[in-house]
Structure formats: structure tokens, C-alpha cells
Nanobody, 128 residues
Framework: QVQLVESGGGLVQAGGSLRLSCAAS????????MGWFRQAPGKEREFVAA??????????ADSVKGRFTISRVNAKNTMSLSLQMNSLEPEDTAVYYC???????????????????WGQGTQVTVSS
């Protein structure tokens, strides 16, 4: 069982930045494709970004390309996933979730059904 815990959410003005982190309670973190999703009130959960197991391949939703950067650290004693969010817009307001995909893939998936484990989410609110 993989437990994921997000942190770093908060309230920020439009144009500002936030950095989200996801801690994983698993020793084999590097075998999982990792992703970020978000869900705004009254909307379905949507894909934000994903990163391959080694970190050499990334994938972004069109709405965040050029503004968000996903990264990961697979070091033995330091395993983490991050999402750097710049130039934030009110439309980015949502609960952000990190997720882990245990299937071996060449390219990270943007579909929520591909992910096996989910965190509880962290709220990001962008004021105009």
C-alpha cells in the first residue's frame, strides 16, 4: 500500500507562485509513474501533469504548459514529488492531488483511471 501526502497549498494572488510537494511512504518510489490532478468545485477531476519513473519524460495539460513544472527526486533517502506553479490564475483554484501509477509505461498517462494510489489533496486558492 502506498500512502501519499500533499503539502504546500494555500492562498495566493493571481500572478503568484506556489510549490506543492507530495511525500510517499514507499521504499520503491522510483518504480511509480507520478502525476498531479486537480478538482475545482462543481467540476470533474482533471489532469495537470505527470512524470515518468526516472523523471526523463513529463506530460502537461495544455492549460498549465509553460507555467507549471513537475519534478521528482528518487534518491534513496529523499523521495519526493513536486509541482512548481508560476503565473497562477484564478482558474487554477482547486484541490490538488498527487497520484501514483504502478504500471510500467514508456510515457506517463494523463488519465486518472491509470493511477492506483491517491493522496488526500491540498487546497490551492488563487485570488484575482
Amino acid at each position: 500500500q502506498v500512502q501519499l501526502v500533499e503539502s504546500g497549498g494555500g492562498l495566493v494572488q493571481a500572478g503568484g507562485s506556489l510549490r506543492l510537494s507530495c511525500a510517499a511512504s514507499v521504499r520503491t518510489f522510483s518504480i511509480y509513474v507520478m502525476g498531479w490532478f486537480r478538482q475545482a468545485p462543481g467540476k470533474e477531476r482533471e489532469f495537470v501533469a505527470a512524470i515518468s519513473r526516472s523523471g526523463d519524460a513529463t506530460r502537461y495539460a495544455d492549460s498549465v504548459k509553460g507555467r507549471f513544472t513537475i519534478s521528482r527526486v528518487n534518491a534513496k533517502n529523499t523521495m519526493s514529488l513536486s509541482l512548481q506553479m508560476n503565473s497562477l490564475e484564478p482558474e487554477d483554484t482547486a484541490v490538488y492531488y498527487c497520484a501514483a501509477d504502478r504500471t510500467v509505461r514508456i510515457y506517463p498517462s494523463g488519465g486518472s483511471m491509470a493511477y492506483d494510489y491517491w493522496g488526500q489533496g491540498t487546497q490551492v486558492t488563487v485570488s484575482s
